[in-house]
């Protein structure tokens, strides 16, 4: 059980744009940045957005992020075949003495 | 960009100790919070903790009595000391340079929990 809540699957069909939700509390999300992380299989994830909506350089545009209250959202616009990865939110949780949380994992399917 | 590259053995028999190191390259290691993070098998991804150079440490509530960290700024290495395994510490298990997010990974090892 994710302290961060994500839906286990999305899809869309190529030139599509979907979003990623991830749900969390005061504690986490609503009190601190949220972070998406990208992995395909086997290998290791890679970080896609910090800080709620920055991008790092070299991840398209495509990729976005935002957040309001206790949620947060992944959107992935022109939707191509070689985004079918796992998408993790993460974000700092204050509570407990803090510790990082992270979203159970969206599985994004390009149909 | 730090490079990092885990090592340790791949099978760890129950209720012993697991014992990961993790080579730091590209970077000094007195800078980030070197991080633990696993994955167990179709599963999402777990923090276990992290320890900067001064050895100041921080783990996850849930594994604190069973974790300890470690860093050797000589040689540039970081451990990860898991005591009292089972067959759910059974992962893949990832050491990271995070600043404070998750910047750089290694690729991973797998580590088995079995007898």
């Known amino acids: 059980q994710s302290v961060l809540t994500q839906p286990p699957s999305a899809s869309g069909t190529p030139g599509q744009r979907v979003t990623i939700s991830c749900s969390g509390s005061s504690s986490n999300i609503g009190g601190t940045y949220v972070y998406w992380y990208q992995q395909f299989p086997g290998t290791a994830p890679k970080l896609l957005i910090y800080r709620n909506d920055q991008r790092p350089s070299g991840v398209p545009d495509r990729f976005s992020g935002s957040k309001s209250g206790t949620s947060a959202s992944l959107a992935i616009s022109g939707l191509r075949s070689e985004d079918e990865a796992d998408y993790y939110c993460a974000a700092w949780d204050d509570s407990l003495s803090g510790h990082w949380v992270f979203g159970g994992g969206t599985k994004l399917t390009v149909l | 960009q730090v490079q990092l590259q885990e090592s340790g053995p791949g099978l760890v028999k129950p209720s012993e100790t697991l014992s990961l190191s993790c080579s730091v390259s590209g970077g000094s290691i007195r800078s980030y919070h070197w991080t633990w993070i696993r994955q167990s098998p179709g599963k999402g991804l777990e923090w276990i903790g992290y320890i900067f150079y001064s050895g100041y440490t921080k783990y996850i509530p849930s594994l604190k009595s069973r974790v300890s960290m470690s860093v050797d700024t000589s040689r540039n290495q970081f451990s990860l000391k898991l005591s009292s395994v089972t067959s759910a510490d059974t992962a893949v298990y990832y050491c990271?340079?995070?600043?404070?997010?998750?910047?750089?990974w290694g690729q991973g090892t797998l580590v088995t929990v079995s007898s």
């Open positions: 990271v340079a995070a600043d404070p997010w998750f910047d750089s």
